[in-house]
């Protein structure tokens, strides 16, 4: 069964937030419609906090919390997509020298991997060896009882095979 790639996500949040200023501005807009006059800066900032000033405290309370949500979605956002292309990097990477050892098998490629890099995951050799998740756990335990490589189950996040050392 083929997994589905994962779209960025930081480019959706961040319009979101670019939504959520404009509706945040046009609010104050609408609130001071009354009180701008011409291109005064300095008595539009004045009015802008008069307007903040003049909300009620749970306005603020949820003026706040929407921005810190927002920026906590970015970061979350950027983490993932840096996350999910270091992922395509190490797949390409897997099938680039899978390709160049063409008379090998694909454990002999492998380990020979796994020299270079001193650990991966298995979710990483299942989709670059193009095997099901069953195939890439048997191969890694190969290598474990040949006292090659260490199976390593952390408490959270995905199992990794590491070199033996």
Known sequence: MAEKERKPVFAKILIIAGISLIANIAFFVYSLKSNLTGYSVSSLSESFFAAYNGISSMSKIFLVVQWVF????????????????????????????????????????????????????????????????????????????????????????????????
């Open 70 to 165: 927002l920026f906590i979605a970015l970061l979350f956002g950027l983490m993932s997509d840096r996350r999910a292309r270091g992922k395509s990097v190490e797949i390409s990477e897997i099938q680039a020298i899978k390709l160049k050892g063409k008379s090998s098998t694909d454990l002999d490629t492998l380990y020979t991997i796994l020299q270079q890099k001193k650990k991966i995951r298995l979710s990483t050799i299942s989709k670059g060896f193009g095997v099901s998740g069953d195939v890439a756990r048997e191969w890694c335990e190969i290598l474990e009882s040949g006292s090659l490589a260490i199976i390593d189950y952390p408490g959270v996040g995905e199992p990794t095979l590491k070199i033996a050392d």
